[in-house]
């Protein structure tokens, strides 16, 4: 499956973003898919992830909780990441990641659980 990712760009603070990630194949729906994020000189971190093959259930990072939501369109095979209440440090390249393997579990958190990567999306959040 490839993966891209985009819907990134430049906002101010407290500003709101939608990062889509748009999949190719057929089985979109069996895929967990995860978003992560790097800022300039640090780790690639987790960011949320989505259990296949409704989204019912969603994983998110303590810094993200409340502001950042993440969603699913199978018919689309698109994944999204609605982003509100940005703030400088969310600024990063994002990555939206899938897994076919198994479905959502803690494991989710860790990038090497994931077989398909995306390009990256820059997000850019000025203060």
């Known amino acids: 499956v490839q993966l891209q990712a985009f819907g990134g760009g430049l906002v101010q603070a407290g500003g709101s973003l939608r990062l889509s990630c748009l999949a190719s194949?057929?089985?979109?729906?069996?895929?967990?898919i995860g978003w992560f994020r790097q800022a300039p000189g640090k780790e690639r971190e987790f960011v949320s992830a989505?259990?296949?093959?409704?989204?019912?259930?969603?994983y998110y990072a303590d810094s993200v909780k409340g502001r950042f939501t993440i969603s699913r369109d199978n018919a689309e095979n698109t994944a999204y990441l609605q982003m509100n209440s940005l703030k400088p440090d969310d600024t990063a390249v994002y990555y939206c990641?899938?897994?076919?393997?198994?479905?959502?579990?803690?494991?989710?958190?860790?990038?090497?659980?994931?077989?398909?990567w995306g390009q990256g999306t820059l997000v850019t959040v000025s203060s």
């Open positions: 990641a899938a897994d076919n393997g198994r479905q959502l579990s803690p494991r989710s958190r860790y990038s090497k659980e994931y077989n398909y």
């Open positions: 194949g057929r089985t979109f729906s069996s895929y967990v």
């Open positions: 989505i259990s296949w093959p409704d989204g019912s259930n969603t």
